[in-house]
Protein backbone atom coordinates (compact mmCIF):
# COMPACT_ATOMS: atom_id res chain seq x y z
CA UNK A 1 0.00 0.00 0.00
CA UNK A 2 2.57 2.54 0.87
CA UNK A 3 4.34 1.79 -2.72
CA UNK A 4 1.22 3.08 -4.34
CA UNK A 5 0.98 6.23 -2.52
CA UNK A 6 3.74 8.58 -4.65
CA UNK A 7 1.54 7.09 -8.11
CA UNK A 8 -1.85 8.11 -6.06
CA UNK A 9 -0.41 11.51 -5.00
CA UNK A 10 0.73 12.42 -8.25
CA UNK A 11 -3.02 11.36 -9.93
CA UNK A 12 -3.88 14.41 -7.02
CA UNK A 13 -2.03 16.70 -8.68
CA UNK A 14 -2.94 16.07 -11.41
CA UNK A 15 -6.78 16.39 -10.53
CA UNK A 16 -6.12 19.48 -9.21
CA UNK A 17 -4.25 20.91 -12.04
CA UNK A 18 -7.59 20.44 -13.92
CA UNK A 19 -9.94 21.65 -11.52
CA UNK A 20 -8.31 24.89 -11.08
CA UNK A 21 -8.06 25.16 -14.98
CA UNK A 22 -12.21 24.65 -14.60
CA UNK A 23 -12.67 26.97 -12.07
CA UNK A 24 -10.63 29.32 -13.81
CA UNK A 25 -12.98 29.12 -16.98
CA UNK A 26 -15.97 29.88 -14.98
CA UNK A 27 -16.81 26.32 -15.66
CA UNK A 28 -17.54 25.16 -11.58
CA UNK A 29 -18.45 27.39 -8.78
CA UNK A 30 -15.32 26.51 -6.26
CA UNK A 31 -12.37 23.81 -6.73
CA UNK A 32 -13.74 21.19 -3.60
CA UNK A 33 -10.31 21.71 -1.89
CA UNK A 34 -11.64 20.01 0.93
CA UNK A 35 -12.37 16.95 -0.77
CA UNK A 36 -9.78 13.78 -0.69
CA UNK A 37 -8.88 12.13 -3.78
CA UNK A 38 -11.92 9.52 -3.92
CA UNK A 39 -14.45 12.23 -3.81
CA UNK A 40 -13.27 15.68 -5.27
CA UNK A 41 -13.73 14.38 -9.22
CA UNK A 42 -16.55 12.99 -8.60
CA UNK A 43 -17.76 15.98 -7.53
CA UNK A 44 -16.73 18.35 -9.61
CA UNK A 45 -18.48 16.06 -12.39
CA UNK A 46 -21.73 16.56 -10.97
CA UNK A 47 -21.46 20.44 -11.71
CA UNK A 48 -19.91 19.88 -14.60
CA UNK A 49 -20.50 16.96 -16.53
CA UNK A 50 -17.52 15.91 -18.65
CA UNK A 51 -14.54 16.80 -16.16
CA UNK A 52 -13.88 13.27 -15.67
CA UNK A 53 -13.63 12.67 -19.33
CA UNK A 54 -11.15 15.66 -19.64
CA UNK A 55 -8.85 14.26 -17.34
CA UNK A 56 -8.80 10.53 -18.73
CA UNK A 57 -8.21 12.41 -22.38
CA UNK A 58 -5.33 14.58 -20.76
CA UNK A 59 -3.62 12.58 -18.68
CA UNK A 60 0.43 12.24 -19.38
CA UNK A 61 2.18 10.18 -17.20
CA UNK A 62 4.30 11.72 -14.22
CA UNK A 63 7.76 10.65 -12.91
CA UNK A 64 5.91 8.54 -9.90
CA UNK A 65 3.66 6.74 -11.96
CA UNK A 66 6.64 5.85 -14.23
CA UNK A 67 8.54 4.57 -11.43
CA UNK A 68 5.37 2.29 -10.45
CA UNK A 69 5.67 1.16 -14.11
CA UNK A 70 9.04 0.43 -13.87
CA UNK A 71 8.61 -1.35 -10.67
CA UNK A 72 11.39 -4.79 -9.90
CA UNK A 73 8.36 -6.68 -8.11
CA UNK A 74 5.99 -6.03 -11.69
CA UNK A 75 9.21 -6.85 -14.07
CA UNK A 76 10.38 -10.06 -11.72
CA UNK A 77 6.66 -11.38 -11.95
CA UNK A 78 6.21 -10.62 -16.28
CA UNK A 79 9.70 -11.84 -17.29
CA UNK A 80 8.21 -14.89 -15.82
CA UNK A 81 5.31 -14.76 -18.33
CA UNK A 82 7.08 -12.85 -21.15
CA UNK A 83 10.93 -13.57 -20.89
CA UNK A 84 13.60 -11.57 -20.05
CA UNK A 85 13.24 -9.01 -22.72
CA UNK A 86 9.87 -6.62 -21.52
CA UNK A 87 8.91 -3.67 -23.38
CA UNK A 88 6.14 -1.26 -21.86
CA UNK A 89 3.51 -0.64 -24.32
CA UNK A 90 2.86 2.83 -25.14
CA UNK A 91 -1.24 2.56 -23.72
CA UNK A 92 -1.55 3.35 -20.08
CA UNK A 93 -4.61 4.47 -18.18
CA UNK A 94 -5.24 5.94 -15.41
CA UNK A 95 -9.05 5.31 -14.27
CA UNK A 96 -11.33 7.22 -11.93
CA UNK A 97 -14.45 5.05 -11.98
CA UNK A 98 -17.15 7.65 -10.52
CA UNK A 99 -20.24 6.76 -8.70
CA UNK A 100 -23.43 6.31 -10.40
CA UNK A 101 -21.81 7.31 -13.49
CA UNK A 102 -22.92 4.82 -16.39
CA UNK A 103 -20.34 6.32 -19.20
CA UNK A 104 -17.92 4.85 -16.26
CA UNK A 105 -19.02 1.31 -16.98
CA UNK A 106 -16.96 -0.52 -19.03
CA UNK A 107 -18.89 -3.28 -21.58
CA UNK A 108 -17.12 -6.68 -22.02
CA UNK A 109 -14.21 -6.12 -24.43
CA UNK A 110 -10.89 -7.99 -25.13
CA UNK A 111 -7.95 -5.21 -25.43
CA UNK A 112 -6.73 -6.70 -28.77
CA UNK A 113 -9.58 -5.26 -30.36
CA UNK A 114 -8.28 -1.87 -29.60
CA UNK A 115 -5.26 -3.04 -31.45
CA UNK A 116 -4.33 -2.84 -35.30
CA UNK A 117 -4.54 -6.25 -36.88
CA UNK A 118 -1.00 -6.56 -36.60
CA UNK A 119 -0.41 -6.11 -33.15
CA UNK A 120 -3.98 -8.64 -32.24
CA UNK A 121 -1.79 -11.89 -31.68
CA UNK A 122 1.51 -10.12 -29.86
CA UNK A 123 1.54 -11.30 -26.19
CA UNK A 124 0.57 -8.25 -24.43
CA UNK A 125 -0.31 -8.48 -20.51
CA UNK A 126 -2.06 -6.10 -18.72
CA UNK A 127 -1.13 -5.20 -14.82
CA UNK A 128 -4.11 -3.50 -13.38
CA UNK A 129 -3.08 -1.48 -10.12
CA UNK A 130 -6.51 -0.40 -7.74
CA UNK A 131 -5.75 2.34 -5.41
CA UNK A 132 -8.33 1.25 -3.05
CA UNK A 133 -10.13 -2.17 -2.02
CA UNK A 134 -12.27 -3.35 -5.01
CA UNK A 135 -15.09 -5.67 -5.00
CA UNK A 136 -19.02 -5.72 -6.50
CA UNK A 137 -19.86 -2.81 -4.82
CA UNK A 138 -17.32 -0.11 -6.12
CA UNK A 139 -17.28 -2.11 -9.54
CA UNK A 140 -14.57 -4.83 -9.96
CA UNK A 141 -13.27 -6.60 -12.77
CA UNK A 142 -15.58 -9.30 -14.11
CA UNK A 143 -13.46 -12.05 -16.44
CA UNK A 144 -15.16 -14.51 -18.66
CA UNK A 145 -12.81 -17.54 -17.02
CA UNK A 146 -11.09 -19.52 -19.79
CA UNK A 147 -12.17 -16.63 -22.75
CA UNK A 148 -8.41 -15.97 -23.50
CA UNK A 149 -7.28 -19.60 -24.37
CA UNK A 150 -8.70 -19.77 -27.52
CA UNK A 151 -6.86 -16.27 -28.80
CA UNK A 152 -9.87 -15.37 -31.04
CA UNK A 153 -10.67 -12.19 -31.30
CA UNK A 154 -14.58 -11.66 -31.09
CA UNK A 155 -16.37 -9.39 -32.77
CA UNK A 156 -17.09 -5.75 -31.22
CA UNK A 157 -19.22 -3.05 -31.68
CA UNK A 158 -18.63 0.70 -30.98
CA UNK A 159 -20.73 1.87 -27.90
CA UNK A 160 -21.05 5.41 -29.28
CA UNK A 161 -22.63 4.55 -32.02
CA UNK A 162 -25.76 2.61 -29.73
CA UNK A 163 -25.46 4.79 -26.73
CA UNK A 164 -23.55 7.80 -25.14
CA UNK A 165 -22.10 9.32 -27.99
CA UNK A 166 -19.02 10.68 -25.48
CA UNK A 167 -18.42 6.94 -24.91
CA UNK A 168 -14.97 5.89 -25.68
CA UNK A 169 -15.96 2.32 -25.76
CA UNK A 170 -15.98 -0.72 -27.82
CA UNK A 171 -18.08 -3.80 -26.82
CA UNK A 172 -19.11 -7.77 -26.93
CA UNK A 173 -22.32 -8.34 -27.36
CA UNK A 174 -23.45 -10.45 -24.62
CA UNK A 175 -25.17 -13.75 -26.26
CA UNK A 176 -22.03 -13.49 -28.25
CA UNK A 177 -19.46 -14.81 -26.01
CA UNK A 178 -18.67 -18.03 -25.35
CA UNK A 179 -20.41 -19.92 -22.95
CA UNK A 180 -18.62 -20.25 -19.27
CA UNK A 181 -18.63 -19.08 -15.65
CA UNK A 182 -17.58 -15.35 -14.87
CA UNK A 183 -15.66 -14.50 -12.25
CA UNK A 184 -15.51 -11.50 -9.95
CA UNK A 185 -11.98 -10.38 -9.49
CA UNK A 186 -12.53 -8.57 -5.63
CA UNK A 187 -9.24 -7.26 -4.63
CA UNK A 188 -7.58 -5.42 -1.38
CA UNK A 189 -5.17 -2.89 -2.32
CA UNK A 190 -1.67 -4.14 -2.78
CA UNK A 191 -2.97 -6.63 -5.18
CA UNK A 192 -2.10 -6.84 -9.09
CA UNK A 193 -3.94 -8.27 -11.74
CA UNK A 194 -2.62 -9.39 -15.00
CA UNK A 195 -4.67 -10.78 -17.78
CA UNK A 196 -3.67 -11.25 -21.31
CA UNK A 197 -5.09 -8.78 -24.47
CA UNK A 198 -7.57 -11.98 -25.04
CA UNK A 199 -9.12 -11.85 -22.33
CA UNK A 200 -13.09 -10.85 -22.36
CA UNK A 201 -13.25 -8.99 -19.33
CA UNK A 202 -15.52 -5.50 -18.22
CA UNK A 203 -15.54 -3.16 -15.24
CA UNK A 204 -19.30 -3.38 -13.10
CA UNK A 205 -21.11 -0.07 -12.26
CA UNK A 206 -19.55 1.77 -9.11
CA UNK A 207 -22.24 1.61 -6.60
CA UNK A 208 -20.49 3.35 -3.39
CA UNK A 209 -20.10 6.99 -3.09
CA UNK A 210 -16.15 7.04 -3.54
CA UNK A 211 -14.30 7.20 -7.03
CA UNK A 212 -12.28 3.58 -7.49
CA UNK A 213 -8.97 4.81 -8.23
CA UNK A 214 -6.94 2.17 -10.37
CA UNK A 215 -4.03 2.52 -13.30
CA UNK A 216 -2.90 0.00 -16.06
CA UNK A 217 -0.18 -0.59 -17.31
CA UNK A 218 0.92 -3.22 -20.34
CA UNK A 219 3.92 -5.13 -21.51
CA UNK A 220 5.06 -7.14 -24.20
CA UNK A 221 8.10 -8.42 -26.23
CA UNK A 222 9.79 -5.49 -28.02
CA UNK A 223 10.53 -8.01 -30.83
CA UNK A 224 6.70 -8.03 -31.63
CA UNK A 225 4.13 -4.98 -33.09
CA UNK A 226 2.59 -2.96 -30.22
Not at 54 to 80: N, P
Not at 116 to 125: G, R, S, V
Not at 152 to 166: A, L, M, N, T, Y
Request: charged share 20%; proline share 7%.
Amino acid sequence: KDELQPALTECEIMVDNLIQRLHAAGKISKTYNTENIFRRLYLVEKEFSGAALLFLYETEIGARLAELWCSTKLLDILEQLLGPDIAGHPIFAIRPKLPATSLFNVPWHQDTAYLLPEAENTDQLTCWIPFCDVDLKNGCLQYLKGGHRSREVFKHHIQSKVGDRRSPYIYIEEPTLPSGPVFSCEMTIGSVLIHTQHSPHRSLANLSDKIRWSVDFRYQSPFQPT
